[in-house]
């Protein structure tokens, strides 16, 4: 995908770090990267909603949905976005149950004026994402050469929740954006709890700061067992919490 396509995305309503890559800023100097520690707090079903806001206005861009499915030794992590004149950025990852690591991914942005889509897989052994571009009966490969400890981009907001909470804990990893073909490092940080207020209700949080490619980005975790995503800042918009059945 060019770097048009990651404009279009940051502009709508993408929770992804995309801003800085669009334009191929990489970090002056990039941290060791390592595969994250995880421990799965959801349960093998569950579902979240959320607003989507304008970061300075609070205007109301859209809503979301986010949502997993365990099938056998894997989870299906689903993300649902619509924003206005009909738009939507719907992605489905398949990821080990284990390691969240991804083995599988679909992709479709829909656009006033355009539709664009990617699907494919992640070769571990060969260390190599299969992205295919799907353009009509002109479907293009475009393959891409992983780095060690990578992740999909498009689970970030479930792999969060993943993580050892305790203030003071930073981690890095590539992230991998197959809509456009790239990818990048990602430092994670916590630092501290803060009380935090959504439609959903009032919640004791832990922060987390999020950096990668010159962008920081800012979000907060329940400090309960399943750690739900209470309120995420990507830097253009404001997520919030509405209801998790």
């Not at 990821?95 to 991914?105: I, N």
């Not at 700061?209 to 980005?217: A, I, L, M």
Request: glycine share 8%; with cysteine.
């Amino acid at each position: 995908m060019t770097a048009v396509r990651s404009a279009l995305l940051a502009a709508l309503l993408l929770p992804a770090l995309l801003a800085g890559l669009a334009c191929g800023l990489q970090p002056k100097k990039a941290p060791p990267t390592a595969d994250l520690a995880i421990t799965i707090p959801w349960p093998d079903r569950e579902q979240a909603h959320y607003q989507l806001l304008d970061r300075k206005s609070k205007k109301e861009m859209g809503v979301g949905t986010l949502s997993v499915t365990k099938q056998g030794d894997q989870y299906e992590l689903t993300q649902k976005f619509e924003g206005e004149e009909g738009s939507r950025d719907e992605s489905t990852v398949t990821v080990d149950a284990q390691t969240l690591k991804p083995l599988t991914f679909h992709r479709k942005l829909v656009l006033p004026n355009q539709t664009e889509e990617v699907k494919g897989d992640y070769d571990a052994v060969q260390g190599v994402a299969n992205i295919t571009e799907v353009k009509g009966g002109d479907d293009r490969p475009v393959p891409l050469r992983l780095g060690k400890n990578y992740y999909d981009n498009d689970t970030s907001l479930f792999l969060w929740r993943a993580i050892p909470f305790a203030e003071g804990y930073t981690a890095a990893y590539f992230t991998v954006l197959t809509g456009s073909g790239t990818q990048a490092i990602v430092e994670i940080e916590i630092t501290g709890k803060e009380e935090v207020t959504v439609p959903a209700g009032t919640f004791q949080a832990w922060k987390m700061e999020v950096r990668s490619s010159g962008v920081k980005q800012f979000a907060w975790f329940a400090d309960t067992p399943q750690h739900p995503l209470v309120q995420y800042n990507n830097s253009i918009q404001l997520f919030q919490l509405t209801a998790l059945p």
